[in-house]
């Protein structure tokens, strides 16, 4: 492989003429492969890059004002900077989406004849392979202003039902399907990246280069999106009017991303605390937690200013950044102090954080990736047999992330598998899904976000006593392009405890989502063991109602003990630019399948009629007590408990240091039920893992 690409470029007509100076040099009509030594990202690319940089030497004359340069790129995770001449004239957009961006060439970079661009990785980032495209790139003998100001165009965006402007995200892609940067610049109403403009008002006007475009204009995983396919010619004014509708049915559920930054108060990420009012409000979020490194940042005041408190209830928060894991904690009092972000220990730092002034909800934020040399939910740390810390740190979180959209896993469903395994541990957790923007456009705020039940009837006024008891409490659904709504019995949901029937369970499910997405897989959890698959994709949006993708009832046979249940519906990904979901953010493999998920808070069944959520764990030390340290007892106590509560059983006895493997257990196993062979399988693998 060579050290750099180089590309010598010769267009001599175009450099004598002045007829033809108004007309784009083109350095390269392709995309580059590139990437430093190191194995590659995705398999989408091929196995060998083209070179670690690109390098391009033309002919040109020497630019007396500025110039244009416009390029294309696609999957930029590092930072790569452009130079002319080893003038560097700005970096790659940190953004994975197919986009066209600009640079400003100062007046004087270019000399006279030979000249040369170079794109390469920079070195404090280049020890983390990135594989990039990079190309198409001209050079345009007048300023960017003039190169994106060829052509106008002026959108409104209405509410199809109530007609009115609503804030919206709007999308301009090029003919090539690629964002188009425009003209653009946030202001006190917009909120602009490359091909993205947010619009707290409804509308916006903006400037591009003549061509061909698509626009979409959508709200946020609520609301439709509306489409358009417009030519802009040189000088002329293109007027466009826009319609979307509500079509997801939430009523009685608020809007949460409990996961949001600002460049401003958080210092890293792109978007100032201006523009992320203007999201929230475009993206339709109604209960936006403020939450800021070890800061306690309140939006009122500057919602307010933004003139977008109309639609969403700030509240305060902080993500708590320590070395051993990072917690997000609200609602935070007026003036609190800030919790101790130093303390060594999950007992020191939770109890700091539940001693600040209003503080009820402490979640575990993204416990599958590594910060500070730590990964919470790592081998080293977890147990996902048994929801248990092996080093004895203490789980005093309510609630955890299993979906953060700007830090997806490789397995879109590993952090709902460690949340069933807290809760038959017997921790009372909450399932959170969150955004962790700390951008614009890139990785932007409520794609994940968690529905809690709760009067949504006023945005500007919800009751946040109410809202963060409710979610204590599990009332909540996590949505990441989809709903999972499930009742037992016509009425009890996520978050009850449900006396069981005589017979079976009674079990409904709505798959919920805009048009725009789609579900293929109903899964039911039984104690975190999947219980029932249903392939609902032939069955999708036939004859339901708007925003149902999917409804049905199904009978779960009666259980011999209390179990909680959960449902989790997936869909294929998004690769359109307007909601894309994006790749992981700390892969394990290079192999991606995108999914869009919804998932129901748990339902528990009480099976013994005690009035209580027995968990597998509980189960697990009576029969453990009632054993007397004779394993035969052991295996029979357990033959009527299904997987999670031999797991549990089974750790149980490990812990206690009786022998447990070995012949005698082999024999046991042999003519034991079912449920107690996988659950010790179960466990014993989660032991290899650790």
Not at 397 to 408: K, P, Q, W
Not at 662 to 689: P, V
């Amino acid at each position: 492989m060579l050290n750099n690409l180089t590309l010598l470029m010769m267009s001599f007509g175009m450099l004598v003429l002045g007829s033809l100076y108004d007309d784009p040099l083109v350095l390269t009509g392709n995309m580059h492969h590139l990437r430093i030594e190191g194995e590659r990202e995705w398999n989408e690319f091929s196995e060998l890059p083209e070179s670690a940089d690109l390098e391009l030497t033309f002919e040109s004359r020497q630019n007396s004002i500025e110039w244009s340069l416009r390029l294309r790129q696609y999957d930029v995770k590092q930072r790569w900077a452009v130079s002319v001449n080893g003038q560097e004239l700005g970096h790659l957009q940190v953004d994975e989406n197919d986009m066209v961006v600009y640079f400003p060439v100062p007046a004087g970079a270019l000399l006279g004849g030979s000249n040369v661009l170079h794109i390469h990785q920079l070195e404090h980032s280049a020890m983390i392979p990135d594989d990039i495209l990079v190309g198409e790139i001209f050079l345009a003998q007048k300023s960017v202003r003039e190169d994106l100001s060829e052509g106008e165009v002026e959108i409104e965006v209405l509410d199809e039902d109530l007609q009115h402007f609503i804030p919206s995200r709007v999308t301009i892609l090029n003919e090539n399907g690629a964002l188009q940067t425009t003209a653009a610049v946030s202001n006190d109403h917009l909120a602009v990246r490359p091909g993205t403009l947010f619009t707290s008002t409804g509308k916006l006007r903006f400037a591009v280069p003549a061509g061909n475009y698509t626009l979409y204009a959508g709200r946020g995983f609520e609301y439709s999106l509306d489409s358009k396919e417009i030519s802009v010619s040189r000088g002329n004014k293109e007027v466009h009017h826009m319609q979307i509708r509500r079509e997801v049915p939430t009523a009685g559920y608020v809007s949460s991303d409990t996961h949001i930054h600002s460049r401003t108060h958080s210092g890293h990420g792109d978007a100032t605390v201006e523009e992320r009012m203007i999201t929230l409000a475009a993206e339709g979020v109604e209960l936006p937690i403020a939450t800021d490194h070890n800061k306690h940042i309140d939006y009122r005041a500057i919602a307010k200013k933004m003139k977008v408190l109309d639609y969403f209830t700030p509240v305060i928060g902080n993500e708590v950044t320590t070395n051993k894991g990072h917690f997000n904690v609200f609602p935070v009092a007026e003036q609190a102090r800030i919790p101790d972000y130093q303390l060594g220990d999950w007992q020191s730092i939770l109890a700091d954080i539940y001693r600040t002034p209003n503080v009820t909800v402490a979640i575990l934020n993204h416990p599958r990736d590594k910060h500070s040399g730590i990964t919470p939910f790592g081998p080293d740390l977890f147990n996902p047999s048994v929801g248990e810390n092996v080093r004895g740190w203490a789980m005093n979180f309510n609630a955890v992330e299993v979906l953060n959209s700007g830090a997806t896993q490789s397995d879109v469903l590993q952090l709902f598998h460690d949340w069933m395994a807290l809760l038959n541990r017997g921790y009372q957790i909450t399932p959170i899904g969150s955004s962790d923007s700390h951008d614009v456009a890139r990785h932007f705020v409520g794609q994940g976000r968690t529905y809690i039940r709760c009067d949504d009837r006023d945005p500007a006024n919800i009751d946040v006593s109410t809202a963060t008891r409710n979610l204590l409490q599990g009332q909540v659904m996590v949505s990441y392009g989809l709903l999972a709504e499930m009742t037992i019995a016509g009425k009890y949901r996520s978050g009850d405890l449900v006396r069981m029937p005589q017979e079976s369970i009674d079990v409904s499910v709505r798959i919920l989502g805009p048009h725009w997405t789609s579900a293929s897989t109903l899964q039911l959890y039984a104690n975190g063991q999947l219980v029932r698959t249903l392939d609902v994709e032939q069955d999708s949006e036939q004859g339901f109602p708007v925003g149902v993708k999917w409804a049905g009832s199904l009978q779960l046979p009666r259980s011999r003990h209390d179990i909680h249940l959960v449902a989790i519906a997936l869909g294929p990904g998004i690769d359109g630019a307007y909601w894309k979901t994006a790749k992981p953010y700390q892969s394990k493999s290079s192999e991606w399948h995108p999914k869009v998920v919804g998932c129901s808070g748990a339902i528990w069944i009480d099976v013994d009629g005690d009035g209580r959520r027995t968990s597998a764990y509980d189960y697990a030390k009576d029969i453990f007590i009632k054993s007397k340290g004779d394993l035969s007892n052991l295996i029979e106590l357990l033959e009527d408990y299904d997987e999670s509560v031999v797991a549990q059983t089974a750790h149980l006895w490990q812990k206690s240091g009786t022998a447990l493997w070995g012949l005698k257990l082999d024999e046991l196993l042999s003519s034991a039920a079912e449920s107690t062979r996988k659950g010790f399988r179960m466990y014993q693998k989660s032991l290899n893992i650790n």
